[in-house]
T-cell receptor
């Protein structure tokens, strides 16, 4: 059982380039999330999707867009990458409530913006 | 008011000792407090969680102690083992989960 799968695992971009991080879950979960993790700052929520067809901003949405393609897939797009977006990005899913359901995380996508 | 303050930032404990990580919050509307464990190169995974109607929850060697009046909660790892070496995150939630900054725990053999 794969759980939450993220691609790519590593990516290097130049400032101004665009890219999309892909996420898929096979647990039939309703809710999906994108977080970024930076040293000393914990996990910060970028966007989430409580159900198929809905998306909402989290704590740090600026510079990002998301698409909930279907129940399984939730992608994160950087339209014009900036060095401040260098981070490790985690996708997560949850079958319970958005605020109290157990989160299942992927292994992360490490992005460097030069 | 939405912050969760976690301490210490890093912690070194001898094998067999007790590891203690603390978190404090301000928002009294928080009603769910999970702890997640993260190994290098992996995503976080739920370790244990508590709601404010109980003061303590224990699962194996891991215990959450919750002090509602002080707005503090802590994770205790008894008989700490090298395999417990990881980064630990506390969280607090009402409609959205707010994370602490994390504690890097190293258990020395």
């Amino acid at each position: 059982n794969a759980g939450v799968t993220q691609t790519p695992k590593f990516q290097v971009l130049k400032t101004g380039q665009s890219m999309t991080l892909q996420c898929a879950q096979d647990m039939n979960h309703n809710s999906m999330y994108w977080y970024r993790q930076d040293p000393g700052m914990g996990l910060r929520l970028i966007y989430y999707s409580a159900s198929e067809g809905t998306t909402d901003k989290g704590e740090v949405p600026n510079g990002y867009n998301v698409s909930r393609l279907n129940k399984r897939e939730f992608s994160l797009r950087l339209e014009s990458a900036a060095p401040s977006q260098t981070s490790v990005y985690f996708c997560a899913s949850s079958g319970g409530r958005v605020d109290t359901g157990e989160l299942f995380f992927g292994e992360g996508s490490r992005l460097t913006v030069l | 008011q939405q912050q969760v303050k976690q301490s210490p930032q890093s912690l070194i404990v001898q094998k067999g000792g007790i590891s203690i990580i603390n978190c404090a919050y301000e928002n009294t509307a928080f009603d769910y407090f999970p702890w997640y464990q993260q190994f290098p190169g992996k995503g976080p995974a739920l370790l244990i969680a508590i709601r404010p109607d109980v003061s303590e929850k224990k699962e194996g060697r891991f215990t959450i102690s919750f002090n509602k009046s002080a707005k503090q909660f802590s994770l205790h790892i008894m008989d700490s083992q090298p395999g417990d070496s990881a980064t630990y995150f506390c969280g607090a939630s009402n409609y959205q989960l707010i994370w602490g900054a994390g504690t890097k725990l190293i258990i020395k053999p």
